[in-house]
């Protein structure tokens, strides 16, 4: 069954360094979204991007979070200048094309900025 | 704005009774999707199950079976004779037509099924 992966597992940063997560969606899949997920908190939305375009972010995507897909896999998110508060497990999510079906998510990324 | 409440935090049962996981939701909308996920302790988010705000028809999956209340709006989900496996955090969540699809999520409700 095709999947959403992720790389890399574990990031550990030091702060103020810019970091690059990294997901590869399932090939068919049109829309794809980060989320994050603090440690012992719900899931919360970042970000949605479709069409080469961010089509919604949320208030936590400042001005430091930017998304690219680079190419006709790829799909990262880029922290430019990481904070403790950035500390979190991140992950990747893609679904078919229309935007109410099941989104599918990678295992994760945490991340643990010191 | 949406919102989705688990108001149970953690529930803990013996293997093989039945649970049930609350999940209650609010949105002015009146075309929605509501979904559950599985946390495992290994982090994953693993799908089980979406149904749209028209479809109130109960679902059954072998153990796992879903009631769908708008009347209530009340998306509730049962584990029939519980197992170790199933041991997890559930997310119940909720997406709402004509956004770019941002899923909504429960703070979740911890199970531990203990033998």
């Known amino acids: 069954e095709p999947e959403v992966t992720q790389t890399p597992s574990h990031q550990v940063t030091q702060m103020g360094q810019e970091v690059i997560l990294r997901c590869v969606p399932i090939?068919?899949?049109?829309?794809f979204y980060w989320y994050r997920q603090i440690l012992g908190q719900k899931v919360e939305f970042l970000v949605s991007f479709y069409n080469n375009e961010i089509s919604e972010k949320s208030e936590i995507f400042d001005d430091q979070f930017s998304v690219e897909r680079p190419d006709g896999s790829n799909f990262t998110l880029k922290i430019r200048s990481t904070k403790l508060e950035d500390s979190a497990m991140y992950f990747c999510a893609s679904s078919d094309r229309q935007a109410n079906q099941p989104q599918h998510f990678g295992d994760g990324t945490r991340l643990s900025i010191l | 704005a949406q919102k989705v409440t688990q108001a149970q935090t953690e529930i803990s049962v013996v293997e093989k009774e039945d649970v049930t996981l609350d999940c209650v939701y609010e949105t002015r909308d009146t075309t929605y999707y509501l979904f559950w996920y599985k946390q495992p302790p290994s982090g994953e988010l693993v799908f089980l199950i979406r149904?749209?705000?028209?479809?109130?028809q109960n679902e059954i999956s072998g153990r796992y079976s879903w009631n769908f209340q708008k009347s209530t709006s009340s998306f509730n989900f049962t584990i029939t004779a519980s197992q170790v496996v199933d041991s997890a955090v559930y997310f119940c969540a909720l997406i709402i037509t004509g956004t770019a699809s941002k899923l909504t999520f429960g703070t979740g409700t911890r199970l531990q099924v203990t033998l």
């Open positions: 149904r749209n705000s028209f479809d109130e």
């Open positions: 090939s068919n899949h049109l829309y």
